[in-house]
């Protein structure tokens, strides 16, 4: 069966797992697969259809899974490939398809091909990565590294120059994350067939797609010095090359076109227009892209400097990407960013309706959504006490940095406080026992601290009441899979207060408006809204309205979804 034609994924929603923190079967303090395939029954009854799963690949874990050592085994604490294919057929009796991360930017510095890459200059595998000489420093040392500079000026995402020296063979190789994360050569054809193979192998056991990290990153045009700027220095030389559209058009076509599968790229830096260059349809590279703009929202020049949340901003820039392209891979949380009931809505006195509030938009808009572990229970920010409690390698080299800065501890601290990506990975609130259910009572503690919340934020409470956040979810969910004008229709956008997102989905003869407000405070409709609804039904509310007749102004963190005839529009 071939992809053209059939794009299934369209039709359901995405449930992203994040293998270590969502079920420990063993009492090891680490969830596993066999924890996942004991929750696929959860996951049918919330209404999902696809899950992805963050790497399980064998990983030394320096970045939890995302520096891969082998790429067709699984990582001994997660299971085993045994586990892996029983995982993948009870999903398929559940119809659930899966989804796996492909990381293929970099690997990690003990995969075989870097071993044997390091090795010497003349190794068959040394052109599998990119190594350099440095550049002469002018003053002479008896110390190898400090008569050198590294080869360019490139900056890592995860601060830092992007270029570890190795005494070994006297050269730098290239790493745009964490320096045991180097980066793969794709000038070497090689490389490339190196990759064909372990998707396939993947996708004939049953894998029906790949979330394709830092995808648009990973072909480098040159080696260059870069524009020198505040952050990713370089970035013009790897960001959305024309090398990386070739390397993803022959993907398609040798690989993922033979095959009932769909990919969605991790697509950084990139603007309406270059993504649309990745995933629309004539072109044959990605079918969706993670566009990062609404997440960038909230900070000043990168995620460590957060500013004041303001809707208007964030309304902006949503429907910017709603109406520039086709079909939307919509999230707002995931285990690269934090939870967004403590982001975008208030965990505090509004939790529950901000958490239903998000749950509207997520599963309104046009594209497919994707649900991150915890979202649907309105799972918050962990609220880390101190820097001991930080497990995330990310975290601890923007600290270090920002200690050489000279920024005092207090600053350092908040920083992370508000935007590791330890705020997403704390361990799955299953229930009010210890270690929240996710590893059996009396075992080994969580590889990180389970929120201290856990006790009132949690499946087994919400699964009693049906005006839980999860009960939210779960009608939401069947309403989006029974109404064709939110499943596939069109989107467009109506004026509205300030602070309050106004829009409406309309397919054939269904037409749904959709009002979300993003503040505390009350808000009256516009009179054009008022006549776009006059004559509606409710279909859903967070605050369980049902008489349309008086609606006229929206509480704090209040969405709804109104279905309305074509005679309504004006």
Known sequence: MTQKGNAWWKDKAVYQIYPRSFCDSNGDGIGDIPGITSKLDYLKDLGIGIMWLSPVYCSPNDDNGYDISNYRDIQKEFGTLKDMKKLISEAKKRDIRIIMDLVINHTSDEHPWFTESRKSTGNPYRDYYIWRKGKRNHKHSSDA????????????????????????????????????????????????AEIKEILKFWLDLGISGFRCDVINVIYKSSLKDGKKRLALTGREHYVSQDGCHTILKELKRDVFSAYDCFTVGETVLVDTAMAHDLCSSER??????????????????????????????????????QSCLDWNANYLENHDQIRSVSRFGNDTKYHDVSAKMLAV???????????YQGEEIGMTNAYFSDLSEIK???????????????FPPSIRWKMIQKSSRDNARTPMQWNTQEHAGFSPKGKSEPWIRVNSNFRTINVENQSKNKDSILSFYKCLLSLRSGKKSILKGSFFAL???KDVFCYEREFED?????????????????????????????????????DISCFVTLNPYEAVIIETSQGDKS
Request: glycine share 4%; net charge positive; proline share 6%.
């Open 145 to 192: 590294l400090q008569n050198q500079k590294p080869p360019n000026n490139w900056s890592s995402f995860f601060t830092g120059p992007a270029w570890h020296y190795d005494t070994l063979t006297d050269e730098f190789y290239l790493h745009l994350f964490s320096r045991k994360q180097p980066d793969l050569n794709y000038n070497n054809p090689k490389v490339l």
């Open 284 to 321: 044959g590279e990605l079918d969706m892209v993670f566009s990062f703009e609404h997440m960038d929202t909230d900070h000043i020049n990168n995620k460590w400097f957060k500013t004041k949340f303001k809707p208007g901003k964030f309304i902006k820039v949503i429907t910017k990407w």
């Open 361 to 371: 938009l997520l599963l309104t808009l046009r594209g497919t959504p994707f649900i």
């Open 495 to 497: 004026p509205g207060p």
């Open 392 to 406: 995330d390698v990310e975290s601890h080299y923007v600290n270090e940095l920002a200690k050489k800065m000279h």
């Open 510 to 546: 269904e037409r749904c408006i959709i009002l979300i407000n993003f503040s505390q405070k009350t808000k009256k409709l516009t009179n054009v809204i008022q006549s776009h609804i006059k004559n509606g039904t409710i279909l859903c509310s967070n605050y369980n309205h049902t």
